[in-house]
Structures are given as C-alpha cells and as structure tokens.
C-alpha cells in the first residue's frame, strides 16, 4: 500500500556534504509525522530528525547546525540535507513516516564519510 525509498547516500570526504531523498508512493494524501533514522556498526538505532506536517523539527544534538529536514508534499519526498558530515556521521540512513495510524519504513541508504 505504503512504500518509501530513500536515495542519495554515498561516500564523502570529512567536511562534505549529501542530500537524502525519501519518496512515498501509494495512497498517501499527506504527508504526517516523518523523521530520519541512523545506525552505525554496534551501535543502537538513533533519530536524526524529525518534521510535522507543520514543519516543525526535531534534531539529534550532534547534528544540530549541520543537518536540516524538509519535505515536499507536492512530490511526497522529505529530505535531509547534510554538510559539515564528520566520520561519526557514517551509518545506514532510513526514513520513517506515520500515516493513517501505521508506521512506514523504508529500506535504507548507505553514508559513509571517510578520507
């Protein structure tokens, strides 16, 4: 019914910069509550950012001043910009959506920041 699709990860250099896009298709009207997810090896599964259909947000500490949300209802797409991404940042990225009281995962996008 519901799928998301996240595309934009890749390898980058300290001090770089990547755009995520996650895309919805299916019977989705709007777009709700939606947020970024990481989780690098060994460690636990964190949220990077959060948006409101209002466009309120919600950032993880570490990324404050360096990562922002956004979405496009028009195109059912929310993205995640990120700049100044430091090795830390390195993980598997998955966008998350609520709609119609589910809870929808998409399959995730390798960043890797390395020299």
């Known amino acids: 019914q519901v799928q998301l699709v996240e595309s934009g990860g890749g390898l980058v250099q300290p001090g770089g910069s990547l755009r995520l896009s996650c895309a919805a298709s299916?019977?989705?009207?709007?777009?709700?509550?939606m947020a970024w997810y990481r989780q690098a090896p060994g460690k636990q599964r964190e949220a990077v950012a959060t948006?409101?259909?209002?466009?309120?947000?919600i950032y993880l500490e570490s990324v404050k001043g360096r990562f922002t949300i956004s979405r496009d209802d028009a195109k059912n797409t929310m993205y995640l910009q990120m700049n100044s991404l430091k090795p830390e940042d390195t993980a598997t990225y998955s966008c998350?959506?609520?709609?119609?009281?589910?809870?929808?995962w998409g399959q995730g996008t390798q960043v890797t920041v390395s020299s």
């Open positions: 948006i409101t259909s209002a466009g309120t947000t």
């Open positions: 998350y959506l609520h709609y119609g009281f589910r809870d929808y």
């Open positions: 299916g019977m989705i009207f709007s777009l709700n509550y």
